[in-house]
C-alpha cells in the first residue's frame, strides 16, 4: 500500500509542475510560431531585395537558407530558455558544443554534404541552368540545396546527387563558355588525293548554317593506315539546341560532297581474333 500511496504522490506531483508550466509551455509555442513567421517574411524580404542584383541564383538560395536557419536557431534557444527556466544561453552553447562533436561523428556525410553544398554555392562555376557531366551522371542542373543537386537528364529522368560527389569528383561544365568545338573523322581509300578531300570537306561544311564564323574550320589528315587515310575535322558552332541536327546535316554534306567528286572512301574491315587454344584445336 506504501508503493501505491508514494506512486500517487509522484504521479500528482508531476501533474501540478505540468501544470504549472503550462503558462511557460504556451509562451514557448508563441515564440516558435514568431519564429516560424519572422523566417517566413525574412526570406520574402531577402527575395525582394536580391531580385533587382546580379547576383546567382546560387548565393541567393544560401543566403536564404543561412538566415532562415539563424532566425530559427535563435527562436528555438529562446523558446528552451522559457519553456526551462534552468536553462540559460551559456549552458545551451556548452550543450551545442558537446552534443556537436557527438553529431559530428553520428551524421559525418550529412555534414560533409551541407559544407559541399555550402562551397558550391559559393564558387562562381556550376551554375542552375548548366549542363555538366561527373562520374556516369549527364544533364542540367535544376536545383542546389545544402544536401543535394538535381539533375535533369537528357532523358527527363531526374537524379538526385550528393553534394560531396560534384564536389570530390572532377565535373566537366559544357555550358561554361557559349560556343564549343565539335571533332569528326572522316575516312577515305588510301588512293584518294589527300589535298583535294580536304578542300572537298571544307567546301561541304561551310555550306552549313550553323557553324560559328569566328573560329576557323580545321581539316587535316591525322593518320595514314593500311588502305585508308584519317582526316579529322574540327568546327565551332554556339547553337546548343541544334548540336545533334548540325552534326547530322554536316555529316550529309561531307558525303554528298565526296560523292560529287568521285572520292572514295574507305570500307570498313572486320578483323577476327582466335586464341591460340582455339587454332590448335581446330588443327587436331
Known amino acids: 500500500m506504501h508503493y501505491i500511496e508514494t506512486l500517487q504522490r509522484q504521479v ?48 541567393k538560395q544560401l543566403v536564404e537558407t543561412l538566415v532562415r536557419l539563424a532566425i530559427w536557431l535563435l527562436g528555438i534557444m529562446i523558446a528552451a530558455t522559457i519553456a526551462m527556466p534552468g536553462l540559460t544561453p551559456a549552458s545551451v552553447f556548452a550543450g551545442l558544443g558537446i552534443g556537436a562533436l557527438a553529431i559530428g561523428f553520428a551524421f559525418q556525410d550529412i555534414f560533409e554534404n551541407f559544407l559541399a553544398g555550402v562551397l558550391i554555392m559559393v564558387r562562381d562555376r556550376m551554375r542552375i541552368g548548366d549542363s ?29 546527387v550528393p553534394n560531396s560527389v560534384l564536389f570530390k569528383n572532377p565535373v566537366k561544365i559544357s555550358t561554361d563558355k557559349p560556343d564549343r568545338r565539335f571533332e569528326l573523322l572522316v575516312s577515305v581509300a588510301g588512293g584518294a588525293d589527300i589535298d583535294q578531300a580536304e578542300a572537298t570537306i571544307r567546301r561541304a561544311i561551310e555550306s552549313v548554317k550553323g557553324i560559328d564564323e569566328a573560329h576557323p574550320i580545321e581539316v587535316f589528315a591525322q593518320e595514314f593506315k593500311l588502305g585508308q587515310i584519317d582526316i579529322v575535322v574540327h568546327w565551332w558552332s554556339s547553337l546548343r539546341s541544334r548540336d545533334a541536327i548540325l552534326k547530322d546535316e554536316i555529316i550529309r554534306g561531307i558525303k554528298r560532297a565526296l560523292d560529287d567528286a568521285g572520292i572514295e572512301r574507305a570500307a570498313s574491315t572486320t578483323q577476327l581474333v582466335i586464341d591460340p587454344e582455339s587454332m590448335r584445336a581446330l588443327g587436331r
Open 12 to 59: 500528482e506531483t508531476m501533474l501540478e509542475g505540468f501544470v504549472q508550466q503550462v503558462p511557460s509551455l504556451t509562451i514557448a509555442l508563441i515564440v516558435l510560431v514568431i519564429t516560424w513567421i519572422v523566417a517566413k517574411f525574412a526570406v520574402r524580404i531577402g527575395d525582394r531585395l536580391t531580385r533587382g542584383t546580379h547576383m546567382r541564383e546560387n548565393l
Open 132 to 160: 555538366i557531366e561527373c562520374e556516369s551522371i549527364t544533364g542540367t542542373i535544376e536545383r542546389i540545396t545544402l544536401r543535394e543537386t538535381h539533375i535533369r537528364g537528357p532523358s527527363n529522368e531526374l537524379t538526385i
